[in-house]
């Protein structure tokens, strides 16, 4: 059973940084492509970064030169680097894994806020 677990949330101040981490219970996880999602409250929920199996990486444009997306396939883990955040950074983030049929995990709450 494919497991997603995420942590590392928490309430910062604008411009400081968290550093997000997924633990998959994936078979062959370095086969597949992976993700950090988010979804603020009343929005539908959107890409953030994306690594695949090869570590190529992509980024929404407004996360673009501020959060770093990365893999450690050994450990089976992705973690989502996030500095210099925002208010509009504020959201439920959402690991993700291009698994048949796809797979979630619970969500880690990141609130930005003075």
């Known amino acids: 059973q494919v497991q997603l677990v995420e942590s590392g949330g928490g309430l910062v101040r604008p411009g400081g940084s968290l550093r997000l981490s ?13 993700a ?44 989502l680097q996030m500095n210099d955040l925002k208010p509009e950074d504020t959201a439920v983030y959402y690991c993700h894994g291009s698994t048949p049929g796809g797979s979630w995990g619970q969500g880690t709450q990141v609130t930005v806020s003075s």
Not at 22 to 34: E, L, N, P, T
Not at 38 to 55: D, N, W
Request: net charge positive; charged share 25%.
């Open 36 to 79: 950090w999602y988010r979804q603020a409250p009343e929005k539908q929920r959107e890409l953030v970064a994306g690594i695949s199996s090869t570590g190529d990486t992509n980024y929404a444009n407004s996360v673009q030169g501020r959060f770093t997306i990365s893999r450690d396939n050994l450990q089976r883990q992705i973690y």
């Open 22 to 34: 997924c633990a998959a219970s994936i078979r062959f996880f370095r086969s597949y492509d992976m």
